[in-house]
Nanobody, 123 residues
Framework: QVQLVESGGGLVQAGGSLRLHCAAS????????VGWFRQAPGKERDLVAS????????NYADSVKGRFTISRDNAKHTVYLQMNSLKPEDTAVYYC????????????????WGQGTQVTVSS
């Protein structure tokens, strides 16, 4: 079991960058695959990126491909989401979640969730 805490959200102008952190406050993260999800007001929660436990496999939604990068430092039990060239439509609450294994951008299997961090991109 693992408890996750996200940080790094905030307010940024369009074209700017933010780096989100997902850390394990309890338990260890290095054996889990991790996904970053986001949910905008009135919309469903979508998976934007995932990374395997080793970091060797990453997957991205088309909407963020080329702008976002997911990575991890297993020694620090932390997964990152580097977000560049941000757009107003990236505004959402961003969540990280852990799974024993994931396949591509499948949303099934994510058993552990953080509380979310707000990202707001102004135009």
């Amino acid at each position: 079991q693992v408890q996750l805490v996200e940080s790094g959200g905030g307010l940024v102008q369009a074209g700017g960058s933010l780096r989100l952190h997902c850390a394990a406050s309890e338990g260890t993260l290095h054996t889990y695959a991790v996904g970053w999800f986001r949910q905008a007001p009135g919309k469903e929660r979508d998976l934007v990126a995932s990374i395997s436990w080793s970091g060797g496999t990453t997957n991205y939604a088309d909407s963020v491909k080329g702008r976002f990068t997911i990575s991890r430092d297993n020694a620090k039990h932390t997964v990152y989401l580097q977000m560049n060239s941000l757009k107003p439509e990236d505004t959402a609450v961003y969540y990280c979640a852990a799974a024993n294994t994931v396949t591509g951008l499948s949303t099934s299997g994510y058993a552990y969730w953080g509380q979310g961090t707000q990202v707001t991109v102004s135009s």
